[in-house]
């Protein structure tokens, strides 16, 4: 049994090797009466043409240079007296409109500058303050752009004060 496995092993190296081979022009085999026949296949194959090379045209490095001409319907003028009124606009703002994190709301003022100090103790990196809306006391945090901006600090506040959030507020531009 295990003479029959290294024999079907070794038939079927041969029969890798031989079709690994390079292709033969022509086919001999022997019948079995011993006669010997022959073919040419050759002519049954397909003939690859070489693709004829192409030589690069020469290019030329020098351009031709034109002269500038201004578009004659250009809205250039009206669009820069339209920008530098919004220029001027913005100019006159004090404010945009930002985020801050609220970290208490309540009636009583000692509880707000008690926050207040414990806040700046806990966390110093960041300014608060104490703001008066009647009739509530409001202790802030930070000035931010974005909302995203104020989700930073955000989490370490929550981390300290579970009863904060983020709110909308107008924020000084400088």
């Known amino acids: 049994m295990r003479l029959l496995g290294y024999s079907s092993l ?12 390079g292709p033969k022009t022509t086919t001999s085999t022997t019948t079995a009466a011993g006669a010997k026949y022959s073919e040419d296949l050759s002519t049954l194959r397909p003939k690859v043409e070489e693709a004829p ?22 809205v250039n003028k009206k669009l820069d007296a339209v920008l530098d009124s919004i220029d001027q606009i913005n100019l ?5 409109d930002g985020f801050t994190i609220q970290v208490y709301s309540g009636l009583k003022r000692e509880d707000a500058l008690n926050t207040k100090k414990e806040l700046t103790s806990t966390l110093p990196d960041l300014q608060s303050e104490v703001q008066y ?21 955000y989490v370490e506040v929550k981390r300290h ?3 904060a959030i983020i709110i909308p507020d107008k924020v000084a531009i400088n």
Not at 10 to 21: K, R
Not at 134 to 143: A, E, I
Request: glycine share 4%.
């Open 161 to 163: 004060f579970p009863t």
């Open 53 to 74: 090379t192409k030589t690069a045209p020469v290019q030329d490095n020098t351009r031709k240079q034109t002269p500038y001409v201004e578009a004659k319907y250009t």
């Open 133 to 153: 809306s009647q009739p509530n006391f409001r202790v802030k945090v930070g000035k931010y752009f974005s909302r995203l901006d104020a989700q930073k600090d």
């Open 92 to 96: 006159q703002r004090n404010f945009i």
């Open 10 to 21: 070794l038939f079927a190296g041969m029969l890798v090797m031989i079709s690994c081979a």
